[in-house]
């Protein structure tokens, strides 16, 4: 029993370390999606936070970071949006952009949105469509 325990502590250990350090996710791509341009924040303390909740009509600013680079110099973004309404799944896409990047590891950019709803921000690197970098989900609410 003795064992078993001390192997369950040093498994915790192991899994705590690796989250709180990432080591398992060094060369995975994040996105973060703001109110605020990360690009201009001149707070260097503070970390770049996502947010999930956005006013109708206002400024959703994204950052897509990538440790290794991207694989080329383009990379596509979808907005997709999920209407509530529809039988099953009922997802459209409110926007599908193909974009040059200027730096081969991060790429920043906003938009606007002017329904309300549950969306999902999803980016790929244009080698390969079929498998996304790095998804994000938000809302869209009447003020």
């Known amino acids: 029993m003795k064992k078993l325990s001390s192997l369950l502590l040093i498994f915790f250990v192991l899994f705590v370390t690796q989250t709180a350090?990432?080591?398992?996710?060094?060369?995975?791509s994040s996105l973060y999606i703001s109110a605020t341009n990360p690009m201009e924040d001149s707070n260097y303390e503070t970390e770049i936070q996502s947010h999930s909740v956005f006013k109708i009509n206002s400024r959703i600013y994204f950052l897509i970071y990538n440790p290794k680079g991207f694989k080329s110099n383009y990379i596509k973004y979808q907005i997709v949006k999920q209407d509530d309404k529809a039988h099953i799944g009922g997802y459209t896409r409110a926007?599908?952009?193909?974009?040059?990047?200027?730096?081969?590891n991060y790429y920043c950019d906003y938009f606007v949105l002017s329904e309300t709803g549950k969306y999902f921000?999803?980016?790929?690197?244009?080698?390969d469509l079929n498998?996304?970098?790095?998804?994000?989900a938000f809302r869209?609410?009447?003020e």
């Open 21 to 28: 350090f990432g080591w398992g996710d060094k060369n995975k």
């Open 95 to 104: 926007r599908n952009k193909t974009v040059r990047l200027k730096n081969k």
């Open 121 to 127: 921000l999803q980016v790929f690197d244009i080698t």
């Open 131 to 136: 498998t996304e970098l790095a998804v994000g």
């Open 140 to 142: 869209v609410v009447d």
